[in-house]
């Protein structure tokens, strides 16, 4: 069998080229998000992302009133999370009904559009501004589950009532 004998420099290429590969794929699987199974081995829905409440990151959904957002979907707004009881959480799309502007967590209870100052309470309906006086309908829900330690949404939006 013939070998081919390596020079110092395609050496270096190639070793190079390969730690390149192994960090870009281990860099693409850690911030690809969950689904199947989260760390505990609990199964997840198959379009879930789970939030780690223990994490430093994610402390603001410790406390009721707590919000924080996740860039779930790639080249799309982020979902915001919200801590509204002990009990519970709810999750929206962060994209305005309006004119799909990224809203602000909330404050009071209000999420409001920087742009044209819709405003939505935390059912996700709009209180006022443009997507109120439009009707241009509530944001987009995320089903969002509290559970111990961890927040569990599902990407697939809750159906909409007519």
Do not use: W
């Amino acid at each position: 069998m013939d070998k081919e004998k390596l020079n110092r420099r395609d050496f270096i290429e190639k070793t190079g080229k390969l730690a390149f590969c192994s960090l870009a794929f281990g860099t693409i699987a850690a911030c690809s998000k969950d689904s199947g199974t989260d760390p505990n081995g609990d199964n997840l829905p198959e379009e879930g992302y789970l939030i780690d409440l223990t994490l430093e990151a994610n402390a603001a959904l410790n406390t009721v009133g707590g919000a924080l957002k996740f860039d779930v979907f790639a080249g799309e707004k982020p979902i915001i999370v919200v801590r509204i009881s002990e009990t519970e959480v709810v999750a929206f799309s962060s994209a305005c009904t309006h004119e799909g502007i990224e809203i602000g967590l909330p404050e009071s209870g209000i999420m409001t559009c920087p742009e044209h100052k819709s405003e939505f309470n935390l059912d996700g309906d709009p209180t006022k501004g443009p997507a109120l006086t439009q009707d241009r309908g509530p944001l987009t829900e995320y089903p969002a589950e509290l559970d111990g330690t961890r927040i569990i949404l599902t990407l697939t939006p809750v159906e909409q009532s007519s």
